[in-house]
């Protein structure tokens, strides 16, 4: 294992969060925007395109954050063995794994998320296309949802259903919208949270 500077994870944690929620944002304006171009070339439905990109999301962070889960554990017991401070072993931990992000396997994650969409029943694709054609996007998204594991407190996004009551606070209405509808008819960029308080808020379809 590589070493690093004790306690660097915590010094820096500030400027990190800045950078990692505005990548966060920059993926909203220009991979997804990609992505969804990309797809209406196979699918007409924009409604359907758009439910693709929201799942992507969603299956992103799922997928990094438990890919996260086990290089913890893997990274603990390792400097268990030698760690005798001065930092606690969580923090060394978290030091550790925050600056050597290039050893996160985002690939595997990558193929978890097309996985999961494939049998994903809210979404459909053309038999002879594969999700694989949005991986850009879904590979950005995993390495800014692993980096965001690293920061105290992590950042997360928020858990969002078809039909729950439209929230100002989480979600700014599509253009498409019912500016009058006050349920969700579905999700097109999920919101993100830091200890269930919306940072960056997302964006929703509403319809009657």
């Known amino acids: 294992l590589r070493s690093c500077s004790p306690g660097r994870a ?22 997804r925007l990609d992505a969804e171009t990309l797809l209406k070339t196979y699918i007409s439905d924009k409604e359907m395109v758009q439910r693709i990109i929201y799942i992507a999301a969603v299956e992103s962070f799922n997928a990094a954050k438990m890919a996260y889960r086990q290089f913890k554990i893997h990274v603990k017991e390792t400097l268990s063995l030698g ?35 494939n049998i994903n029943p809210k979404i459909s694709f053309p038999p002879e ?8 996007l879904i590979r ?6 692993f980096s965001m594991q690293t920061l105290v407190p992590p950042l997360d996004i928020a858990f969002g ?13 599509s253009i498409d919208s019912d500016f009058t509808a006050a349920l969700v008819a ?13 940072i960056v808020k997302g964006e929703a379809v509403t319809k009657k």
């Not at 950005?140 to 949802?145: M, Q």
């Open 186 to 198: 579905y999700h097109v960029w999920p919101a993100l949270m830091e200890n269930d308080i919306v």
């Open 83 to 117: 760690h005798s401070g001065p930092e606690s072993l969580e923090d060394t931990v978290l030091d550790y794994i925050a600056f050597h992000e290039d050893l996160y396997d985002v690939q595997a994650s990558v193929n978890n998320v097309i996985c999961s969409m």
């Open 161 to 173: 259903t078809d039909g729950e009551l439209f929230s100002e606070t989480k979600y700014r209405r």
């Open 129 to 136: 296309i594969d999700f694989i054609v949005i991986s850009t």
């Open 10 to 31: 915590r010094r820096t944690n500030a400027s990190r969060r800045a950078c990692l929620v505005a990548r966060f944002g920059d993926i909203y304006a220009q991979e």
């Open 140 to 145: 950005e998204l995993c390495r800014v949802a």
